[in-house]
């Protein structure tokens, strides 16, 4: 049986059980499951990295939506708040789309 080890979403094991297969899980304490969601986060990421076209490109964002969601609950707060969080930080600093590329700044 192949081993795994990772986060993975709700719904997995009863989709691994419609299919006959045996699975085993466990569940995380609350620092395993926040350590994972990081470890997946990096993993989601990556996975969109890699992507080469608009389609799974799409598909890899909303896998890394979903982890933001989920961190954002971890913390006691949700994904409207962190929207409002990016907000405001477009409304000082800005945000990515005019494409700047910081070459150097002076030293003082």
């Not at 990081?38 to 990295?49: D, T």
């Not at 962190?82 to 005019?98: D, I, L, P, T, Y």
């Amino acid at each position: 049986m192949p081993v795994h080890n990772k986060l993975v979403r709700d719904r997995i094991p009863e989709i691994i059980e419609a299919t006959g297969k045996k699975y085993s899980t466990r569940l995380l304490s609350d620092k395993e499951y926040i350590d994972e969601l990081k470890k997946k986060s990096f993993e989601e990421l990556q996975e969109y990295v890699e992507t080469d076209n608009k389609e799974d490109a799409i598909e890899e964002l909303a896998d890394v939506l979903e982890i933001m969601h989920a961190l954002a609950e971890y913390h006691g707060s949700s994904i409207e708040e962190v929207e409002e969080v990016r907000r405001s930080k477009a409304a000082k600093r800005g945000g990515f789309k005019e494409k700047i590329y910081l070459i150097e700044v002076e030293d003082e």
